[in-house]
């Protein structure tokens, strides 16, 4: 009996935690040395950057369908991708690429819930 109750102290804690929030971990975003809207619309005259950087979004649109298997992102064209990502930009030009890819994600799912960052 005594096992159980530290058990259930620390269930009870780790629930507390989740719904206050503060055991959210930061995202850790994995890509490009600058992932600045800066860098996305200086790649409007360079496809091959462009095309790179579609493709790191769409990747991550992939993931995102991988960990949440029941809220998945559909089938969305580069040109899709592009058009959300140049209008991100356009209303948060000091904010960064990967920021729109993570909105993407919540908008395109139907989770409707932006990620902790």
């Not at 058990?7 to 929030?21: D, R």
């Not at 809207?37 to 493709?55: F, M, P």
């Not at 904010?95 to 909105?103: K, N, P, Q, T, V």
Request: glycine share 6%.
């Amino acid at each position: 009996m005594s096992r159980r109750v530290p058990l259930l102290s620390l269930l009870l804690l780790f629930a507390a935690l989740i719904a206050t929030g503060t055991a959210a971990v930061p995202i850790k975003t994995v890509g490009f040395d600058d992932m600045s809207c800066n860098a996305w619309v200086k790649s409007k005259d360079d496809a091959e950057q462009r095309k790179i950087y579609l493709a790191w979004i769409r990747g991550v649109l992939t993931g995102h369908n991988y960990a949440r298997q029941s809220q998945q992102v559909s089938a969305i064209s580069s040109g899709t991708v592009e058009n959300f990502v140049d209008r991100y930009c356009v209303e948060k030009p000091l904010g960064e690429f990967s920021d729109a890819a993570l909105r993407m994600s919540d908008k395109f799912s139907g989770r409707n819930e932006a990620i902790t960052r």
